[in-house]
């Protein structure tokens, strides 16, 4: 009799006994999506959310007043930069404290002993640099919404805790206690580790403060977007080409296209403003020029992409950057 022909899912012969399924825990949803389950249980901490309403409160009045401020935008790293200055800040104290621990490992005098050696002094300038990373990343928090900003708050507190335990390491290092020093120094990496991945949670699961638009291209050909007797002067309109949504806007005879979404996080600029050919982000206020899409405020830090337009038998269209590249003749091929 032939055995393993058999088709899956057939119910074993007689006198057979059914091989055991393999499973793996490593293989299932519940161990495989235990990071979305984690942002999802801070989401409802309940005294998060007070914290989070009430920083808010007190926090975005002062944002929105000092907008115009070339400080709080270099805070933001925002045009002046390219992008934002706390990723960058924020790989220096976890660097210099990682530079400590090893120091403390490689100590062959344990012995207690008052002042500051190497590790004193990178656990001192990363004190210094996490300070610089706490108020550039608060300035960004400002400007996150709903989920991301709890997660955000949360990531905070755990930095904020970290650069306590760092402070309270360097002190007893100087006082000579370097057993409670080495300790306090460990558990602050520790802190700053866990506070770490909740913010690569935030830049590469929920795209927080990254560019919104930087894969935007189409339309590849001319294509309609609405007629010329349907968009009025100094009147913003939102249309869809080929899934691109676009802003539409004409003065004085002449026509402008702009990604309609916001490339800091997604706002849609149709809904925002336009004054001296200026459109403003409804969501945090940044501000894009209609002719050439640059950064005229922050927090946004990439331009807008614009594309060409053309008036064609009663109907605007519009194009990407980039046209399709032309088809080659029937019969011949290209050289």
Not at 63 to 79: F, T
Not at 198 to 204: A, K, N, R
Not at 229 to 238: K, Q, T, V
Request: aromatic share 6%; net charge positive; proline share 7%.
């Amino acid at each position: 009799m032939r055995t393993g022909s058999g088709r899956a899912g057939d119910p074993p012969a007689a006198g057979q006994q059914a091989e055991p399924a393999i499973s793996s825990p490593f293989a299932t949803t519940r161990w495989a999506g235990w990071h979305g389950d984690l942002a999802a249980w801070l989401d409802r901490l309940g005294w998060l959310r007070t914290l989070s309403d009430w920083l808010t409160g007190v926090l975005g009045p002062a944002r929105e007043r000092y907008q115009d401020n070339p400080v709080l935008e270099l805070l933001h790293g925002g045009r002046w930069v390219g992008h934002p200055l706390h990723p960058a800040l924020s790989d220096l104290p976890v660097g210099l404290w990682s530079g400590v621990v090893v120091l403390d490992v490689a100590d062959r005098d344990p012995g207690p002993r008052r002042g500051v050696d190497a590790a004193g002094v990178l656990s001192a300038a990363g004190i210094l640099a996490g300070a610089a990373a706490a108020l550039t990343g608060l300035t960004d928090w400002t400007v996150s919404d709903d989920q991301d900003r709890r997660v955000g708050l949360f990531h905070g507190l755990l930095n904020t805790a970290a650069l306590g335990l760092q402070c309270a390491s360097l002190g007893s290092r100087v006082a000579g206690h370097r057993g409670t020093a080495r300790a306090l120094g460990a558990a602050s990496l520790t802190v700053t580790a866990a506070a770490g991945y909740l913010g690569g949670h935030l830049v590469f699961t929920k795209g927080v403060m990254v560019n919104r638009v930087a894969w935007a291209t189409g339309p590849r050909r001319w294509t309609r977007a609405m007629q010329e007797a349907d968009l009025p002067d100094d009147s913003p309109a939102a249309v869809e080409a080929e899934g691109r949504q676009i802003m539409l806007y004409r003065h004085r005879g002449r026509l402008y296209a702009i990604d309609n979404v916001c490339s800091h996080a997604g706002g849609l600029l149709s809904r925002g403003p336009v004054a001296d050919l200026t459109v403003t982000c409804p969501l945090h206020g940044s501000r894009f020029a209609l002719a050439d899409g640059c950064v005229r405020r922050g927090p946004a830090s990439q331009p807008q992409p614009v594309l060409p337009t053309r008036i064609r038998n009663g109907w605007i269209e519009v194009r990407g950057s980039q046209p399709a590249p032309r088809r080659p003749a029937s019969g011949r091929t290209p050289p």
